[in-house]
């Protein structure tokens, strides 16, 4: 019994590896994007792309107190935040467009990101409403990140369903944990969901109310 909880657990420790993982490459890419139409050069473009793919990230790690970063204790995601930043300088003349790759690859980030951002939370011990916060932030930190270096209002502070988005997955994915139904296929669907909200808000122009002139 014991051979297999330990099992179980290297799997899910496994599970949320590749999924930060890959959050890490679609965010880079996201970064990366952004970079090549604004016409970086080659570090800019990998900077802004290892910022917009791990700058949530450190964040969470800082707030939750595991120090150093996984940014920088852990080899992997700086070398997948900069593949992935370089794999679009070079790709890039085979995009027609960049605006709806950019928010693709944004969208599949803010779902991936806000659910490894909220079980680590969850996992350090943060209580529920900070977990959601955490997990929040861990979505949104590097796409503000990018926005900023970029020359844009950050899309976050705009009327974009965008943090809600995020937090209202962050949410979910708590209530999955405290219920324990939370395996790998119900926080993938969790993540698709985060992804999918944030795509049909882009297309149906959904937003968060502003404040009158």
């Known amino acids: 019994m ?3 909880l330990r099992i179980d657990a290297a799997l899910t420790s496994d599970g949320l590896l590749a999924a930060d993982l890959i959050g890490v490459a679609v965010f880079a890419a996201s970064g990366a994007s952004a970079g090549v139409a604004k016409r970086l050069d080659l570090f800019g473009i990998a900077f802004v792309g ?17 120090v150093p970063p996984l940014a920088f204790a852990d080899w992997r995601y700086a070398v997948t935040a900069v593949a992935a930043s370089l794999a679009v300088f070079w790709l890039h003349p085979r995009l027609a467009r960049w605006r709806r790759p950019v928010l693709l690859l944004d969208a599949a980030g803010l779902g991936l990101f806000t659910v490894t951002g909220t079980l680590k939370a969850l996992d350090a011990g943060v209580p529920a409403v900070g977990a959601c916060l955490i997990g929040m932030l861990t979505a949104i930190g590097g796409g503000l990140a990018r926005d900023l270096l970029t020359g844009e209002i950050p899309v976050v502070l705009q009327r974009d369903i965008y943090a809600v988005a995020a937090l209202g997955g962050a949410i979910l994915v708590t209530i999955l944990r405290g219920t324990d139904v939370a395996d790998p296929i119900t926080l993938s669907v969790s993540a698709l969901l985060i992804t999918g909200v944030r795509l049909v808000a882009l297309y149906r122009r959904w937003s968060a109310p502003v404040a009158a002139p």
């Open 2 to 4: 014991q051979g297999n």
């Open 50 to 66: 290892f910022i917009a793919a791990l700058g949530g990230g450190i964040l969470r790690d800082l707030v939750i107190g595991a």
